[in-house]
T-cell receptor
Framework: GAGVSQSPSNKVTEKGKDVELRCDPISGHTALYWYRQSLGQGLEFLIY????????KSGLPSDRFSAERTGGSVSTLTIQRTQQEDSAVYLCASSLGTSGSGETQYFGPGTRLLVL | AQTVTQSQPEMSVQEAETVTLSCTYDTSESDYYLFWYKQPPSRQMILVIRQEAYKQQNATENRFSVNFQKAAKSFSLKISDSQLGDAAMYFCAYKYGGATNKLIFGTGTLLAVQP
């Protein structure tokens, strides 16, 4: 595809349910990032994948959050036992993957999650 | 820890006029990158301009330019000849030049363009 795509665009769930958010990066990009944009916290880094290296999970807020990247391409962010404070826009980005450079991260349109 | 501060929650500019959005950051690193991203109501973050810390020359992209003051740790964005399509939330972001590729964002400035 031409850009980063994310699905679903919007998700409404009930407190306590699990949700999965999907990200399709730009073809050929080996680096993939998840960010969360919420009213109270602004934009915050969650997790970073680079090729076959172990992901940088330093931004995940709790053990209810996990992410995987299959085949070096598509990524899924999973939130277990959702809580109301998880309501936010979840943004995915990808980049070419040259470590140590200031390469541009290209963002998807995000998934807006609302936990009732 | 690195931090990015945008002190102007909202700004307004008349169409065709010039506006400057402020950004300051705090870091002890010498190798880093700075970015301005635009987020319209569609939510898609779009890169506006980037600056490498080792470059003294200010970056310019058409109507967008930056004033990078490394000693003062300041990175402001100037939009010239403002257009209605420039109305959006603007985020300043910092990235360390080492192996960690995560962006650290400011809280954003909402820019309104008046016709």
């Amino acid at each position: 595809g031409a850009g980063v795509s994310q699905s679903p665009s919007n998700k409404v769930t009930e407190k306590g349910k699990d949700v999965e958010l999907r990200c399709d990066p730009i073809s050929g990009h080996t680096a993939l990032y998840w960010y969360r944009q919420s009213l109270g916290q602004g934009l915050e880094f969650l997790i970073y994948f680079q090729g076959n290296s172990a992901p940088d999970k330093s931004g995940l807020p709790s053990d209810r959050f996990s992410a995987e990247r299959t085949g070096g391409s598509v990524s899924t962010l999973t939130i277990q036992r959702t809580q109301q404070e998880d309501s936010a826009v979840y943004l995915c980005a990808s980049s070419l993957g040259t470590s140590g450079s200031g390469e541009t991260q290209y963002f998807g349109p995000g998934t807006r999650l609302l936990v009732l | 820890a690195q931090t990015v501060t945008q002190s102007q929650p909202e700004m307004s500019v008349q169409e065709a006029e010039t506006v400057t959005l402020s950004c300051t950051y705090d870091t002890s690193e010498s190798d880093y990158y700075l970015f301005w991203y635009k987020q319209p109501p569609s939510r898609q973050m779009i890169l506006v301009i980037r600056q490498e810390a080792y470059k003294q020359q200010n970056a310019t992209e058409n109507r967008f330019s930056v004033n990078f003051q490394k000693a003062a740790k300041s990175f402001s964005l100037k939009i010239s000849d403002s257009q209605l399509g420039d109305a959006a939330m603007y985020f300043c972001a910092y990235k360390y030049g080492g192996a960690t590729n995560k962006l650290i964002f400011g809280t954003g400035t909402l820019l309104a363009v008046q016709p």
